[in-house]
């Protein structure tokens, strides 16, 4: 049990919102159930959860000590009360996730709470598959990022040696990944190969492609086909053979097919015109190749797994089916 003494900065506030913000990590819906409760007591007595707060109150609150810790991403699962998450495919060992373009995988800089990370941990934990207090040092982790305004199939290991193994497969390009974009116009040769030279502007936050090789460029490939157009889009699969920076919006946009919605590669008036200002682009579909021992995920050996549903794709061009030939 921990007590809170209320100070003159403190009062006027209600006591729900204040406990709220003296302990960050406690979920909402598990504060107004303490409070139902009586676990979270105001002069000793249980009290309203909009009761105001007056200079002088003292409140106990029966809660568990790792609430009480200071917020930090690898606690941030603490604060998830139902974890938001839509699974592709769940075993003993790895979950596969599709992130919804807006989602964080990690925290950008500043404590938050509501990454894809978080929820695995949460969900994990929530199940008693992670017991955090009886680990030396693993946590749930994810095998892949894909950007905030992207969305796809996203890999989490549940153990050591399944992260330890996905990690060296992305490594050694055994996990073949594919993509849908909406992109401006209609490619041809209806399906190639695109393979430039991209450098990296960290500073900016941008990549660049060049024709030729320059220093500090990495080789950037992509294989994409054209699956169908209408009007002035059409929808496009790329594969990627490297994992560059932002390497299928910058290599279609010099190609001169520019991703619809893409504010930084596309362009600003044809984004306009369709009102978007996300990028079209999902990593829709995911194969574990395994040309290698895979150790004790040898049974994931050439299995294949697919997202239910795109959105621009069915929303542009009437796709609800994403079982291409």
């Not at 992207?150 to 399944?162: D, L, P, S, W, Y």
């Not at 992109?183 to 041809?188: D, I, L, M, T």
């Not at 430039?196 to 500090?216: C, H, S, W």
């Amino acid at each position: 049990m921990k007590e809170l003494t209320v100070k003159e900065n403190d009062a006027g506030q209600r006591l729900d919102r204040f406990v709220g913000k003296a302990v960050p990590l406690l979920p909402e819906s598990l504060l107004q159930k303490y409070i139902r409760l009586k676990r979270i007591k105001l002069n000793g007595k249980g009290a309203k959860r909009d009761t105001r707060l007056s200079v002088g109150d003292t409140l106990q609150l029966y809660i568990n000590d790792e609430f009480f810790e200071k917020p930090r991403e690898e606690n941030s699962y603490l604060k998830v009360g139902t974890p938001r998450l839509t699974i592709v495919y769940e075993d003993e060992n790895i979950l596969l996730l599709d992130k919804k373009p807006g989602v964080l995988c990690h925290s950008a800089g500043v404590w938050d709470y509501n990454t894809l990370i978080a929820n695995v941990q949460a969900y994990m934990a929530q199940k008693g598959e992670w017991k955090p207090r009886e680990e030396n040092s693993f946590a749930p982790s994810l095998c892949n990022r894909i950007d905030r305004n992207t969305g796809g199939i996203v890999i989490a290991a549940k153990n050591a040696e399944a992260l330890r193994i996905l990690n060296g497969k992305i490594r050694d390009r055994e996990i073949e990944k594919y993509y849908l974009c909406a992109v401006s116009g209609r490619p041809k040769p209806a399906s190639g190969r695109l393979e430039d030279y991209l450098f990296k502007d960290a500073k900016k936050n941008r990549v660049f492609i060049k024709d030729r090789p320059e220093p500090g460029c990495r080789t950037a490939v992509t294989e994409y086909r054209l699956l169908c157009s209408r009007g002035p889009l059409s929808l496009v699969e790329c594969r990627l053979l490297t994992g560059r920076t932002h390497q299928i919006r910058a290599q279609m946009a010099h190609a001169g097919w520019p991703l619809l919605g893409d504010g930084k590669y596309g362009r600003e008036r044809f984004n306009r015109d369709f009102e978007e200002k996300g990028q079209a682009l999902y990593s829709y579909r995911l194969r574990f190749e395994f040309p290698t021992a895979a150790g004790m995920l040898e049974y994931l050996r050439g299995r294949e797994f697919k997202v239910e549903h795109v959105d621009f794709a069915e929303r542009y061009f009437g796709v609800t089916d994403l079982n291409f030939e």
